[in-house]
C-alpha cells in the first residue's frame, strides 16, 4: 500500500491514498413523487480531485451525494469507487471507508473530541495505541492542541471548532473518499472563509477524492477543481473545471446561476503571477503596492479604489517585478470574461 | 430472613399495662425507648424488606419498559398500545389492585402479588421517559452514526441509549419513589416491608411511635435512593453538564 502525499501519517492509515469516482447514469426515483430526484447523472471524478456538486435547493445535490455511500439507495445506474460498483458493498462497511461531513456536524455530544474522532477507527477494529496516535496526529493535523481539545466535549467547542473536528473525525481513517454535505454552511462568513482556507490546504497534503456539496456558486468555485451544476429535478446541466464553467457556461440556466460578475469570479481563480505584468522601465514604484500572489480580481478592485494609479507589484522579498495598470487587467478581464467575444483567448489563466 | 420477625413487634397494651414504660403507655408522641428496643427486631428487617421490594419491581420494571420503549422506537405504532395498557395499570387505585391480583389463581398473598403490582405502576413512567429519550437524540447525529457506518444495534447501543441516559434515569427517580411508597400498602398482602409496622400501629390504636418510626423511614429511603440515583446520573453523564 504505497502513501505517498500523506507526510504526518506514519502507518496508521487503513485505506490506499485516494479512490476514482465515477457515477453511472445514476437515478433516483420516490415512490410517491412524480418528478424523479436525480436523473440519469453521469460523472467521473479523478483520485485526489474535489468535485462540488451545487445547484439549487430541489437540485438534488445532497441526494447525489448521499447516493454514494447508500444512506439513499439508487434506483438505477452504477456507483463505481475505486473501479467497484459500490452496490456490491455492504453499505456499513462501505461507509466506514467514505468520510463523512454534514452541515449539523452530527458530533457525538456525550463523547470527547478524542473519542468522536476515534469513531471509525474503533469500529474498523484498530489497537488502543493506533487509534490514540492517530487522533494526536489529526488534531495536530487541524492546529488544535491534543493535550488541550482531546478531552473536551462538543458542547464546550465554538462552532468552527466542532466543525474542524467534524472533519478530522471523517479523516480518522484515511479514507480514500470524503462525503462533504455544505460542511461550512452553518457557520459565519469570516471563519467560514478560513475554514475553507484550511481544508484547501489540507486537502493539498492529504489528497483525498471528495465530493463536496454546497448551494454556493463562490464556494464552489473556490473549492472545486470541478464543479458539477445541478438543475431542478436532478439533471446534469454543466460539469467542468471552474474557470470552463465561468468563462464558457453551458445554458442560460448556468450562466444565470454563477451571476453575472462571472467575468470578476474569474479574476478571482488567477494570482498576479498568472498575467504578464507591465515592466517597471521608466516607471517608478508607487506607493500603492499589491503582493504578487494576489488574485487579479482583488488587484482591480484595488486599482479601481486608487482612482486608477497603476499598482506596484512585488514578490515575497518586497521586490518590484512589475506594474499593473487598468488597462492590463481590463484586457486579461475582456480576454477571458465574455464568451461570446472569446477566440482562443480564453485560454490563458 | 423472608419472614417477617418471629413473634411480631412488641405491641404496647395501652389498657393492660403490659409495658412497664410510661412513655408507651401514654402513646406519647415518640418514644426513644420504643425505637431502640425494636430497631433490630422490627425497623431495620422491615425497611432491609422494603429495599428488596422495591429494587425488584423497578429492575423488572427498567427492564419490561425499556425494552418496550426500544420497540417502539423503531416501531412507532407500538408506542400508542403500550400507552393506553400502561396508563389504565397506572390509574388503578393500588388498593384496588393488590386487592385484584391476590384474587388471582396462583398469586394470593404472596411476594409475587406485591411485585406485580409494583412493577406495573413503574411501566408507564419509565417506558414515557425512555422513549423520549430517544426521540429527542439529534437528526444529525443519528446520521453521522449511520454515515459512518454504525449499524442500527451500534447506534441504539453506543449513541441513542447513551444519550437518552438523563431521561432514562429521571424515569427511573419517580418510579423508585413511587414504588417506595407504594411498597407500604403491598404489605397487605405481603407481609412485608414498612408497610407492616404501619399495619400493626394503626390496628394498635394507632400507636404514635411505630407509626412516625416507619413512615419517616419510609419518607427517608425515598429521599437517599434519589439523591443516589442523582449522583448515578452525574457519573453515567458527564457531557451534559459539559458547555
Partial sequence: MPKSHNAPDEGSSSFPQAASLELRDVSKRYPNQKEPAIVELSLEIPAGEVCVLVGPSGSGKTTAMRLINRMIALSSGDILLGGQSVLKRDPTKLRREIGYVIQQIGLFPHQTVAENIATVPKLLGWERDRVNRRVEELLSLIGMDPEEIGPRYPAQLSGGQRQRIGVARALASDPPLMLMDEPFGAIDPITRSRLQDEFLSLQARVRKTVVFVTHDIDEAIKMGDKIAILRQGGKLAQYGPPEEILTDPADDFVAEFVGADRALKRLGLSTLANVDLVAPNGLRPGTNRVALTASVRDALSQLLAGGGEPLTVVDDNDDVVGLATLELLGGVLADGGLHTEEQGAGDRA | ?243
Fill in chain 2, 1 to 243: 430472613m423472608s419472614y417477617f420477625a418471629a413473634g411480631g413487634p412488641v405491641i404496647p397494651n395501652f389498657g393492660g399495662g403490659s409495658s412497664s414504660f410510661a412513655c408507651e403507655r401514654a402513646n406519647r408522641l415518640f418514644c426513644t425507648h420504643w425505637l431502640s428496643q425494636n430497631w433490630d427486631s422490627v425497623l431495620w428487617p422491615a425497611l432491609r424488606q422494603h429495599v428488596v421490594l422495591t429494587v425488584i419491581a423497578v429492575s423488572i420494571g427498567f427492564v419490561v419498559s425499556t425494552t418496550l420503549a426500544v420497540i417502539a422506537h423503531r416501531r412507532g405504532w407500538v408506542e400508542r398500545p403500550v400507552l393506553i395498557i400502561t396508563s389504565i395499570l397506572y390509574t388503578i387505585p393500588s388498593l384496588a389492585l393488590f386487592e385484584i391480583l391476590q384474587g388471582v389463581p396462583g398469586f394470593g398473598l404472596s411476594a409475587t402479588t406485591a411485585e406485580v403490582a409494583l412493577v406495573s405502576y413503574t411501566l408507564l413512567i419509565m417506558f414515557r421517559n425512555t422513549l423520549t429519550g430517544l426521540r429527542e437524540v439529534p437528526d444529525e447525529v443519528r446520521d453521522a452514526a449511520a454515515g459512518m457506518g454504525f449499524g442500527p444495534s451500534q447506534t441504539l447501543l453506543r449513541v441513542e441509549l447513551p444519550l437518552a441516559l438523563p431521561a432514562i434515569i429521571a424515569g427511573v427517580r419517580i418510579a423508585t419513589v413511587t414504588v417506595i411508597s407504594l411498597a407500604t400498602v403491598a404489605s397487605l398482602v405481603d407481609n412485608e416491608g414498612l408497610g407492616v409496622p404501619i399495619l400493626s400501629a394503626i390496628s394498635n390504636n394507632v400507636f404514635k411511635t411505630e407509626l412516625i418510626s416507619a413512615g419517616v423511614l419510609a419518607v427517608a429511603l425515598a429521599l437517599l435512593s434519589d439523591a443516589l440515583l442523582i449522583r448515578l446520573q452525574r457519573r453515567l453523564t458527564p457531557w451534559s453538564r459539559a458547555s
